[in-house]
């Protein structure tokens, strides 16, 4: 019987020809087992996404643990010495996944040994290749953790700072980067070169010239002699691929010093690759070797949409605070009239403006815009940090107001409580966080709405809530304890239309920004 690839799912068909592509550069198979002891990812928790992780107990009583990662499997195992290794997967892996554990699909490529910038150049073509296979038009784009951290050393911040302030640059959200930098006191020039860099989107020839007037030490000066370098191989692999840059993407800095990269294919929501130069991973197993590698999620393929129109697809918060976002859109010169036409319609487009707008509850704003079910979206803070989507937050636009408060009657006092605090709120994560950060462990009760009367019907000691005007907790005889966040809503893009539509949300981003 002849055999036809076609036979084959598309998750299939992508692993049988990058399997190919990768044979064919010299890179031979690595099989490993589905399970590893639990100690070895115990010790690497940064390295890994999530530290949720699959667990049992083996023969002989030592905890096992369903694979979650494939990298460091071959870390260990891995000879020093004696060459350059080039090994490539097909495994699956145990991971998270919301509320459930998955079981995903990923192939991926390791060079382990001495890594030079042919070695660095043929890995990114790779990585082009890998995209190309998957599905069209893709992007890859490439950041450099070595110039992050040049710069990073040149204040004096605690990890937890670094871990602040790296977050606001992944999601690209300079008000709050200029906001917390400024907290912590640091200086201008640090300031504007850490928003500079965060910003910055473009090939290695466009960005270079910023680079280089940013570079304060060593450490920078050689991320970009490296950039220039790579930018050259891959211009002479006759690759057509140009060296594009984006310094938003960053990873853990106690194992990633190098380049760093991500790959998307249009239609598909979120980074399908990943990869980078991961060298302080070997030092902290002994080892001497460099490394650089990839992985490419291959389940992702199932949530590929096919490619629509050009038009923007923008969700709205339903009530107030859409109606008053949708008027600064409109302002911004991106107006639809049909928007106040009395009707139960949900969807609206202005084609001249090559904008569609939908409303959705608030609380799902993030959802849309991460799934990209959207491309933008206006959500509050609120719902951001109690989601953490992971999606771009360009703008603060300043609407809807207000602040995130633990509030209590005038009565209470948490002295000689003898026993847990009770926290009634509608955000347990913005509660669970902020007391973690205090030390404190509290016993959450989650509701819905009208947290008011949780402290006055004995429900719960405080409440972690919005307040706006101050209102609603007057009213209950409750007061304001302490603020944790100032709130307001944002403006937020999906990070793969970011990538496939960044002229036109460039562009909306700017007229909006106009008028803040
Ligand atoms: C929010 C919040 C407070 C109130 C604060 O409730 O949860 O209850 O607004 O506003 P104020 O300070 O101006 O009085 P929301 O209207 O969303 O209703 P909810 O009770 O269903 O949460």
Known sequence: MDFS?????????????????????????????????????????????????????????????????????????????????????????????????????????????????????????????????????????????????????TEDLTSEQTGEVLLRVSEKNISELKRICSGYGLNEGFIQSITTLT?????????????????????????????????????????????????????????????IFQGYVRGIPTKILSGGRYDKLLRKFGKRSGAIGFAVYLDLLE????????????????????????????????????????????VFESPEHGVRYFWVKPSDVPIYVERGAADIGVAGKDILLEHSPDVYELLDLGLGKCRMCVAAEKTFSPENLGRTLRVATKFPNIARSYYDRQGHGIDIISLNGSIELAPLLGLSDVIVDIVESGKTLLENDLEPVETIVDISARLIANKASYKFSHGAVSKLCREIAKLL
């Not at 060593?218 to 370098?229: G, P, T």
């Not at 891959?234 to 194992?255: E, Q, R, T």
């Open 199 to 259: 910003g910055l989107h473009g090939s290695y020839e466009e960005v270079a010239g910023q680079l280089r007037s940013m570079s304060v030490n060593a450490a920078m000066d050689s991320a970009i002699e490296e950039l220039e370098q790579l930018s050259g191989v891959l211009s002479k692999l006759g690759a057509l691929m140009k060296l594009n840059l984006d310094f938003s993407i960053v990873n853990d800095l106690s194992y990633y010093s190098g380049i």
């Open 5 to 153: 690839i076609d036979v084959l799912r598309s998750g299939e068909q992508a692993t049988m020809r990058l399997r190919a592509l990768y044979r064919q550069f010299g890179y031979s198979e690595y099989r490993m087992s589905r399970f590893e002891e639990y100690e070895l990812y115990a010790d690497n928790k940064a390295f890994l996404k999530s530290g949720d992780i699959i667990t049992f107990t083996g023969a002989g009583g030592k905890l096992m643990a369903l694979r979650p990662d494939v990298t460091l499997s071959i870390v260990k195992s891995t000879k020093d010495g004696g060459g350059l290794q080039k090994l490539y997967y097909n495994e699956n892996v145990y991971r998270p996944d919301g509320f459930e554990f998955k079981e995903q699909m990923q192939v991926g490529l390791e060079c382990i040994g001495e890594i030079d910038t042919a070695i660095m150049g043929e890995v990114l073509l790779l990585a082009q290749r890998s995209l190309a296979i998957l599905g069209e038009p893709i992007k890859l784009y490439v950041s450099h953790m070595g110039f992050i951290s040049g710069l990073l050393n």
């Open 303 to 346: 949530r590929q949409a096919a490619a629509t129109d050009q038009m923007l697809n923008i969700a709205l918060p339903k009530g107030r605070l859409g109606e008053a976002a949708y008027g600064v859109f409109e302002k911004a010169g991106y107006g639809c009239p049909a928007i106040y036409e009395e009707s139960r319609k949900l």
